[in-house]
């Protein structure tokens, strides 16, 4: 989660930095991309663990 707010961080500091100096480049948001495939992991992995943490507690009660 913090790899991906310093990658989204990152894009806007060196947009505004070629904004601000009026450089002209190619420009291709690797950091955006980043940002986005860390956050998506989270959300799969909090999706994912839901339903196993359900079956688990449905299991051990019907154990007790």
């Known amino acids: 989660m913090?790899?991906?707010?310093v990658a989204f961080a990152s894009?806007?500091?060196?947009?505004?930095i070629f904004l601000i100096t009026?450089?002209?480049t190619v420009y291709y948001p690797f950091d955006?991309?980043?940002s986005?495939?860390?956050?998506?992991?989270?959300?799969?992995g909090r999706y994912f663990q839901k339903p196993a943490r359900r079956h688990r507690e449905r299991i051990s009660s019907r154990c007790e």
């Open 2 to 5: 913090l790899l991906s707010l």
């Open 36 to 44: 986005t495939g860390c956050l998506a992991s989270v959300w799969f």
């Open 11 to 16: 894009n806007f500091m060196w947009w505004g």
């Open 32 to 34: 955006l991309i980043v």
């Open 22 to 24: 009026g450089i002209k």
